[in-house]
């Protein structure tokens, strides 16, 4: 034990010493601290569009609410009172838009994952949802190709190479520097030595991904003692990373090659499970299940809600009563009747379209997260997304709040809209109380 010890101790006055390995460390750790505070500073723009809009909302409705108790023994008030308490025209003679929101997770900053690539926020009316929400513009495909420099892209991408620095020579090192015969005289094996030296290799990447994980709770302004179980998620998936990418470095040095090779092989390693596997996997699942095109299914939305006008209002009231009788009045006449039950129908087919899409999306994520394990990066970037709530599955849940939330406003929209009523001062205040 005393060897070990005395071994690993002068072990770690030769790492301290090693100018290259410093300035890798310090690469890292710089790349880190960047990749923190561009995080931060990605979250902080989101929030202050969000911030932005949430007030604009507010103020919008303030000023409604202003007029919805204007005097109306002025002509020019009584208009302006008729227009905010119209259900039908909201305000300036246009539908009120509400705005939801997406806020950010206490360590978003730290993994963006796709929320820089999906709206944080959708502003829409009681009309068609589905033409407002699944219409919008396609993400910028430099960005989905360049992905984001973020803390969690440092420890997938960055760290790997780190443990493959420390490891490389670590058999070699001693065969090539003539020490390898003095280590084999010693009482204990060659083996344990050898192991010795690499947990002390591994514990030194561990403190140095725990330190950058707290200084990024740290900078992101989040407090330690209140997330300390989302710390520790954070840490264990890491750990974990690179224990894998240790035992995989273990294997190259338990070959016995020379430094060079050991480094080429270690490097090579490194491009195919980050980067050549990943590519091989996303080619083998578009093979076996492919990605629909959004492009597509946005345009036959768009078709199938320019064509839905040319539809008699007949079909669309028969159509629109059967699913919604508690709106059903007998008014087959009225213009704005018709206007928003042909709001209704387009919804409703047109989330038939996006749930075909969607469909087709889950069994290339489900076939995706059976082989993710052939490529860690992949799987651990998308568990640090998962606990981060930064992935696909996050902004689902959102766009369902958004669906939930547009389904109260058209109830009560639509109660009055059906009843030929305007809206009460209750109702108002019951819309404020939603924003």
Same mark, same amino acid.
Request: charged share 15%; hydrophobic share 55%.
């Given at each position: 034990m005393k060897t070990i010890l005395h071994i690993l101790s002068f072990e770690w006055k030769v790492l301290t010493r090693n100018n290259s390995l410093k300035a890798i460390v310090l690469v890292v750790v710089g790349a880190g601290i960047y990749g923190i505070y561009f995080g931060k500073f990605e979250i902080d723009k989101q929030e202050h569009r969000i911030s932005q809009v949430q007030l604009y909302e507010q103020q919008q409705f303030d000023s409604l609410l202003v007029w919805a108790r204007l005097d109306t023994a002025v002509a020019d008030n009584k208009k302006k009172r008729q227009a905010a308490l119209s259900p039908s025209g909201v305000g300036w003679s246009k539908h009120f838009t509400y705005y939801l929101t997406n806020d950010a997770h206490s360590t978003?900053?730290?993994c963006l994952g796709q929320r820089d690539l999906? /709206?944080?926020?959708?502003?829409?009316n009681v009309? &068609?949802?589905?033409? =407002?929400?699944?219409? !919008? @513009?396609?993400?910028? /495909? +430099?960005?989905?190709?360049t992905g984001n420099f973020d803390l969690s892209y440092v420890f997938v991408f960055l760290f790997p190479l780190l443990i493959v620095a420390l490891f490389y020579n670590l058999y070699s090192g001693e065969k090539e520097g003539g020490t390898l015969s003095l280590l084999q005289s010693q009482s204990t094996s060659v083996r344990m030595i050898l192991v010795s030296r690499g947990l002390l290799r591994l514990f030194i990447v561990? %403190?140095? $991904? %725990?330190?950058?994980?707290? $200084?990024?709770f740290i900078i992101q302004g989040e407090s330690l003692g209140e997330h300390l179980s989302l710390f520790w998620q954070w840490l264990l998936i890491i750990f974990g990373y690179c224990l894998i990418w240790t035992i995989l470095m273990g294997i190259v040095v338990w070959?016995?090659?020379?430094?060079s090779l050991? $480094?080429? *092989? !270690?490097f090579g390693v490194w491009l195919v499970f980050t980067l050549v596997t990943p590519a091989l996997l996303n080619l083998f699942v578009l093979a076996n299940v492919p990605l629909p095109n959004r492009a597509d299914m946005i345009h036959a939305v768009r078709n199938h809600n320019d064509q839905a006008w040319e539809k008699p209002r007949s079909f669309v009231f028969d159509q629109f009563y059967s699913n919604n009788p508690q709106? &059903? =009045?007998g008014d087959t006449t009225s213009f704005h009747k018709w206007y928003y039950a042909s709001f209704t129908l387009m919804d409703k087919e047109a989330n038939a379209l996006k749930a075909q899409y969607e469909m087709q999306v889950g069994k290339r994520? $489900? *076939? *995706? @997260?059976?082989? @993710?394990?052939?490529? /860690?990066?992949? +799987?651990v970037h998308e568990r640090l997304s998962r606990v981060s709530c930064t992935d696909r599955h996050s902004h689902q849940e959102f766009v369902k709040e958004v669906h939930n939330y547009h389904d109260e406003l058209k109830e009560l929209y639509y109660t009055r809209i059906f009843q030929n009523e305007q809206f009460s001062m209750e109702d108002l205040r019951r819309l404020k109380e939603m924003l």
């Open positions: 978003a900053g730290l999906y /709206p944080v926020y959708y502003g829409f009309t &068609d949802l589905a033409r =407002q929400v699944n219409t !919008g @513009e396609l993400a910028n /495909p +430099m960005k989905l190709f561990w %403190a140095l $991904a %725990a330190l950058l994980l707290l $200084a990024g070959l016995r090659l020379s430094a050991s $480094a080429m *092989l !270690g709106y &059903d =009045q994520n $489900a *076939l *995706l @997260e059976k082989w @993710e394990w052939l490529a /860690p990066a992949v +799987m």
